[in-house]
Nanobody, 114 residues
Framework: QVQLVESGGGLVQPGGSLRLSCEAS????????MDWFRQSPGKQRELIAS???????NYVESVKGRFTISRDDAKNTVSLQMNSLKPEDTAVYYC????????WGQGTQVTVSS
């Protein structure tokens, strides 16, 4: 079955950087687009970055120019490089793909605070 395992979250000061990774298994990774979502307390989960099978990317306006999504099809991983982090980026970050079904990782907490 599809498994997605995120890592790389943590506590960082405003202006700092973090790199999230998601290791995928159980499906033919290179055939599927991959996404990063995030969810803050009291808010809906939101799509923040997507990468298609050709490497094309899309971002929500609030992270454009600060976050970069990438994929390594040889390693079945998708990453999210997050720079210039702000307190409002604090959230649980989730890796997602849709094969026959929507699949989610367990999430990784990112806290931006001084």
């Amino acid at each position: 079955q599809v498994q997605l395992v995120e890592s790389g979250g943590g506590l960082v000061q405003p202006g700092g950087s973090l790199r999230l990774s998601c290791e995928a298994s159980g499906f033919v990774f290179w055939r599927y687009p991959m996404d990063w979502f995030r969810q803050s307390p009291g808010k809906q989960r939101e799509l923040i970055a997507s990468i298609d099978i050709g490497g094309g990317t899309n971002y929500v306006e609030s992270v454009k120019g600060r976050f970069t999504i990438s994929r390594d099809d040889a390693k079945n991983t998708v990453s999210l490089q997050m720079n210039s982090l702000k307190p409002e980026d604090t959230a649980v970050y989730y890796c997602h793909t849709k094969t026959r079904f929507d699949s989610w990782g367990q999430g990784t907490q990112v806290t931006v605070s001084s």
